[in-house]
């Protein structure tokens, strides 16, 4: 009999405990495998609601249905982070069921990744924005969304933290500029491959205090007063002026001064900086950069890796762009 | 060396031992210093005072047998020296941890009841590079777990009173895979993979949200990796319908390949690369890996920097003129351009957006 029960206690409580721990560190996947190896995990990891603050479906199909069947599922009623990154056949109408009828499970959502989802429109972040209240992470690139959809976000979400418009090609000043006013708790801002932006628009980012990263690759029309408005975001560690081709070295040179905890920085395409910005952003970041990139700035003289190094003592990483 | 040994070697120095009283029983002593790293341990003896005679021997929780003790202590052993490098100590984990599942399962439940958490790390590491990417088939033979649940399928279709579409994806869910068993019953005498008639066949047949049907296979090759890497790119710069089309294996939810294992194997490591003890956490959130390899490389020769020089500088006049359209053109197709070539990976603006998420999140 003491055969049996030692199976029995590695059934009943051995693994299922064993699996509890392990089951922190494995992705959504494995974690619903876990659930149908036995009854006792099943039971076991359902008790553990940390394991089940997220819904993965980056690039799966019949992601709208899935969606909502996830979302009906009682482990999942206080999920945090939603992914649905190049997922396939989700459109607005399933974001108006989950607001019907799933209102109670998307309270605590603070992250919601919609990367892709090509046939959602201003009507289903409609949709979002009136379930959801306590977004923090937004990310929207390449989707079809206007500035009727950043109206919305700047309303409802003042807490917002992070929001990624790469390559929403609707999006007007007017739009990026209700965001800038509204949500200041902002830290992450991503503009890449977001050309039509006037000067003006980013003259505003100066009120972003808490701004940590930004992404204006692509940003045409900044230049050097655009971004000395910039440079008094005091906290920016992480800066892309990639092919920001109206930049000169007034424009970097006030970076430099501002912002003297950049860690990563990259001028790719500028041909108008040279090696007085190189010096000046020695002067006051070369305890902290570890991320430059100066490929094609013919403007720049001395830009070898070992001309670099001696700028930049921690310097690891020499390219960004590709 | 016993400790017989040790007082005829060095009658001079006054070592301290701890005892520990094993669930059978069975009790013996420990060097304090290598018995003292252990937390639960450590409260005994310090909050309690227990552990200093045979008579007070610290009882230890049940899931500690003579054995899993005897691992635990070399751990301890070892660790417990302050002067050792992080190689030397990796290189130990590395040697220690090759186990049997089975002895790693019961390590991981006695550091855990010990709190001795950079072992109850090491090891649920180990056992999660197991378990990544197998079905709930060969998850039980792994761990020895019986196949106890019901062998026959009763999906009963669930009232749909209000026509709610979910009940109805439910029931047509069920009904497929109704269809499905009977087939499979048919063709072979395998085990079919059994749901239980209580609240759990819900979730297992909405397992269908993780694409998983059960016969799928973990581990691609890295094949598969660069395909999906391929795929990616392909949506970004075209249109999302000739997307579709290149993911021909979609057929429905639960019969569908599991899609998400591909999504899985492209950030996951390997199973069997022993010498990477990252954490998976880690690899999920970040294309940390691929990145990486690019930064080691990171020079570009003369030869290429002029050319890219010169490439830059031909953009520069160009986007002048022709700014909007060249942009888009740029940043969509910038992975595909055969005029500039690097060394590294070309997938620039999908490894680029990688990196900026990264940051970002």
Known sequence: MEGEEQTSLWNKETVPKVMKIVSTRLPQRDLISLLLVSPWLHRTLLSSPSLWLAIDLREMNNAGDRLIAAVSLPRYQHVKQISLEFARDIDDGHLEILKNKCLDSLQGLESLNLNGCQKISDKGIEAITSCCHKLKVFSIYWNNLSERSLQLVADHYQELESLNLTRCVKMTDSGLQQILIRCSFLRSLNLYALSSFTDETYKKISVLAHLRFLDLCGAQNLSDEGLSCIAKCKNLVSLNLTWCVRVTDVGVIAIAEGCTSLEFLSLFGIVGVTDKCLEALSKFCSNTITTLDVNGCIGIKRRSRDDLLQLFPYLSCFKVHS | ?361
């Not at chain 2, 069975?26 to 252990?38: L, R, Y």
């Not at chain 2, 039980?140 to 279709?157: A, G, M, V, W, Y």
């Not at chain 2, 490591?269 to 940390?288: M, R």
């Not at chain 2, 290429?304 to 002048?320: G, M, Q, T």
């Open chain 2, 1 to 361: 060396m016993s400790e017989v040994d040790m007082a005829v070697i060095k009658p001079e120095m006054m070592k301290s031992y701890i005892w520990l009283q094993t669930a059978d029983g069975s009790i013996q002593q420990v060097e304090q210093e290598v018995a003292m790293f252990c937390p639960m341990i450590c409260h005994e003896v310090i909050q309690k005072g227990m552990g200093s005679s045979k008579n007070y021997a610290i009882s230890l929780p049940q899931r500690v047998n003579p054995a899993m003790l005897s691992l635990i202590l070399d751990y301890c052993r070892f660790h417990q020296v302050p002067g050792r490098s992080n190689k030397e100590r990796k290189s130990f984990d590395e040697k220690f941890i090759r186990m049997d599942t089975k002895r790693l399962c019961e390590l991981t439940s006695a550091a855990d009841s010990l709190q001795l958490k950079p072992l109850v790390d090491l090891t649920s590491r180990a056992l999660a590079r197991i378990i990544e990417g197998k079905t709930p088939e060969e998850i039980r033979e792994i761990f020895h777990l019986p196949d106890d649940l019901t062998e026959e399928e009763k999906l009963e279709p669930l009232k749909n009173t209000t026509d709610d579409p979910r009940i109805r994806l439910l029931n047509r869910l069920y009904a497929k895979k109704r269809k499905e068993l009977k087939e499979r019953e048919k063709l072979k005498n395998v085990e079919v993979e059994e749901e239980r008639v209580d609240d759990r066949s819900v979730d297992d047949l909405l397992s269908f949200i993780n694409g998983d049907n059960g016969d799928s296979k973990g581990i691609k090759t890295s094949k598969s990796k660069k395909k999906n890497r391929r795929r990616k790119d392909q949506q970004k710069s075209t249109s999302a319908n000739e997307a579709n089309k290149n993911h021909s294996e979609e057929s429905n939810g639960l019969n569908s390949l599991c899609h998400s294992s591909e999504v899985g194997q492209k950030i996951r490591p390997s199973i069997g690369a022993t010498s990477n003890l990252q954490d998976v956490e880690d690899d999920i959130f970040a294309n940390k890996n691929e990145f990486d390899d690019g930064d080691i490389d990171d020079e570009i020769d003369p030869a290429l920097k002029e050319k890219l020089d010169r490439e830059v500088e031909d953009f520069a006049r160009r986007l002048n003129s022709d700014w909007p359209e060249r942009m888009q053109e740029i940043l969509s197709l910038g992975q595909e351009r055969k005029a500039v070539h690097f060394p590294l990976n070309g997938n620039g603006s999908v490894r680029r957006y990688s990196r900026a998420e990264m940051i970002s999140k």
